[in-house]
């Protein structure tokens, strides 16, 4: 059952449904923490010996994520901390900046659990990802929600609820 002012999972969690499109800047900052999670993914690296097969995509390796990780060992954990701290939590903030930054890093945490099992596999994990990306990012841009079973709800509970306790979402 949907109301004007909610919109219903299958699991009765509730989300505010989108009244108005979002002001350009906070749409434009919502594609930030996927373009973070693409550079701080692993995608460039599996991508790379299916890409060698075809030397017309030699160079865009160059333009594929894992930039991040020429940097501090220490950078993703801060920059998780900072993202969640202060930003997922901070209620001053529009809901669907929130969304889309705790988004971002679901998505990136998803694409590290996971073994190794065969080049095509991550191949095709990794342009899923990288394809789920860029529709997060066009939902962002657009000032919508993007709607992926089961991460959208974790990222409403991490966007809604404030860290000294749970409360109740609208």
């Keep these: 059952e949907e109301t004007p002012k909610n ?9 505010p449904a989108n009244v ?25 690296y599996y991508l790379d010996p299916f890409i060698q097969k075809f030397p017309f995509f030699q160079n865009l390796i160059f333009y594929i ?3 991040v990780n020429r940097l501090p060992i220490w950078f993703p954990m801060l920059y998780c ?4 701290v202060w930003v997922v939590k901070n209620k001053d903030l529009p809901l669907i900046f929130r969304f ?3 988004m971002g890093m679901l998505l ?3 694409l590290q ?10 191949t095709g994990v990794a342009l899923a990802y990288i394809f789920t990306m860029i529709m997060c990012i066009r939902s962002a841009l657009l000032g919508r929600f993007v ?19 749970f409360q109740r979402p609208f």
Excluded at 23 to 29: A, Q
Excluded at 81 to 84: D, E, S
């Design 147 to 165: 709607s992926i079973p089961l991460v959208s709800e974790s990222t409403f509970i991490h966007s809604l609820f404030s860290l000294g306790g």
């Design 65 to 67: 994520p894992g930039g």
């Design 7 to 15: 919109k219903y999972y299958a699991s009765g969690f509730r989300i």
């Design 81 to 84: 901390y900072v993202a969640i």
């Design 108 to 110: 990136e945490l998803a």
């Design 113 to 122: 659990i996971g073994g190794t099992l065969g080049m095509y596999y991550w």
């Design 20 to 44: 108005e499109k979002p002001e350009w800047w906070w749409r434009t900052l919502s594609c930030i923490p996927y373009l973070i999670a693409l550079q701080m993914s692993s995608t460039g």
């Design 100 to 102: 889309h930054v705790m």
